[in-house]
């Protein structure tokens, strides 16, 4: 079982960066798949930004050229650097690590809030 430990939430104002980590009990790149998601109030849960263990990542459009998902193998983390924060942003950012392709093992972390306001 991966367990992930998130942190870097927080309250910042429209335009402003928050960075996002999540650090992993094993090596990361034995995972398939890390991911960020996030669900907002009264909205489904989406997938934000992901990076697979070949390093390739992908990004849903509304964040695309604003966050970007890395990762320190040393460390076995992954973050998500958000920049110019929108207040459509706010919500519950969850890391995801799936073990495998077809999602079989799936694994989540605490959740951490973000919340974006003037």
């Known amino acids: 079982q991966v367990q992930l430990v998130e942190s870097g939430g927080g309250l910042v104002q429209p335009g402003e960066s928050l960075r996002l980590s999540c650090a992993a009990s094993?090596?990361?790149?034995?995972?398939?798949?890390m991911g960020w998601y996030r669900q907002a109030p009264g909205k489904q849960r989406e997938l934000v930004a992901l990076?697979?263990?070949?390093?390739?990542?992908d990004y849903v459009d509304s964040v695309k050229g604003r966050f970007t998902i890395s990762r320190d193998k040393a460390k076995n983390t992954v973050y998500l650097q958000m920049n110019s924060l929108k207040l459509e942003d706010t919500a519950v950012y969850s890391c995801?690590?799936?073990?495998?392709?077809?999602?079989?093992?799936?694994?989540w972390g605490q959740g951490t809030q973000v919340t974006v306001s003037s």
């Open positions: 990076i697979k263990s070949t390093g390739s990542t």
């Open positions: 094993e090596n990361i790149l034995s995972i398939y798949r």
């Open positions: 995801n690590a799936r073990r495998d392709a077809a999602g079989l093992y799936n694994y």
